[in-house]
């Protein structure tokens, strides 16, 4: 089993796929950008791919959630991973002397108000918290940092300057992974995700929650995106509380599909396991070389 993720070894992306195999045996391969993911997946040249869609603190990542819009595969499990930053150096240093900070945008988001303690600190993005490690240890200069998981530091041989540094020390990511083939309905699989556009007009979008409504049917996510071919109009991502095998969810879709002028069902799915948050802190600071 081949599963494709975005970034490079040490990455939280990598945590999910561990979760995700399980006792299975597997091997990953990164990518450099999500859409290069998603084709991988697309052309065979992987089994599954682990997109994040969505972090309890910075909100719905976009970039992976816009890519999902109309493609033909199936989401086959949800991951959830508790995201632990710390900030990292190649050696020790004081928080006075570092010059430049770099991370992936979503992780300095995610640490916006621990930054804004040091105003001295350039706060740059690079396309992975695990690349920033990899880039940070190979760099000359001995001031810049990067921010990432403390596995990473430990990957790569590199110092952990402060731990828990997120704003939200509940902080964690969501992933959703996905196979080219649709799999067959699961009576227990318990949540489904689906994409509609409708015509924009007036109640559109209360004429959709009525639907769910009638047929009892529970949502447990609803998220509104551009569609770029229309401006400034507009389809929707669902989240639903059951799986595609529920009498249920089965007429409300029969019925949702005579007033959509698109819909894409992703897939239903086990639910993930939200991480435990006992004993966490914050901005605990800790010098390990």
């Given at each position: 089993?081949?599963?494709?993720?975005?970034?490079?070894e040490g990455s939280y992306s990598t945590i999910a796929c561990q979760r995700f195999s399980g006792e299975n045996n597997y091997q990953t391969k990164g990518f450099l950008t999500f859409r290069s993911l998603v084709d991988a997946l697309l052309h065979d040249e992987v089994d599954?791919?682990?997109?994040p869609v969505e972090n309890s603190t910075s909100g719905p990542i976009t970039r992976t959630i816009d890519l999902m819009k109309y493609l033909d595969v199936t989401v086959t499990d949800e991951i959830y991973v508790k995201i632990d930053h710390a900030l990292i150096t190649k050696h020790l240093i004081e928080l006075s002397e570092i010059t430049k900070v770099y991370s992936h945008p979503e992780a300095l988001e995610q640490c916006y108000t621990y930054l804004s303690q040091y105003p001295h600190i350039e706060v740059l993005e690079h396309m992975d918290t695990a690349g920033a490690v990899e880039m940070v240890k190979?760099?000359?200069d001995d001031t810049i940092a990067a921010i990432a998981g403390s596995h990473?530091?430990?990957?790569?041989?590199?110092?952990?300057?402060?731990?828990n540094i997120s704003d939200n020390p509940f902080n964690t990511t969501r992933f959703l992974f996905f196979k080219k083939e649709e799999d067959p309905v699961n009576q227990v699989q318990g949540k489904t995700s689906i994409y509609i556009e409708v015509n924009h007009s007036t109640g559109s979008l209360s004429d959709i929650l009525n639907i769910f409504k009638k047929h009892d049917t529970n949502l447990l996510y609803l998220m509104s995106r551009p569609i770029q071919t229309k401006p400034f109009e507009y389809g929707f991502f669902i989240?639903?509380?059951?799986g595609?095998?529920?009498?249920?969810?089965?007429?409300?879709?029969?019925?949702?599909?005579?007033?959509c002028t698109y819909i894409n069902i992703l897939g239903s799915y086990r639910k993930g396991k939200i991480p435990?948050?006992?004993?966490v802190l914050q901005n605990e600071t800790t010098f390990n070389s």
């Open positions: 089993m081949l599963i494709g993720y975005q970034g490079v599954y791919i682990a997109l190979h760099a000359e990473a530091a430990e990957l790569y041989g590199m110092t952990v300057l402060q731990e989240d639903i509380d059951n595609l095998g529920n009498e249920a969810l089965h007429m409300a879709l029969k019925e949702l599909k005579g007033i435990a948050y006992k004993g």
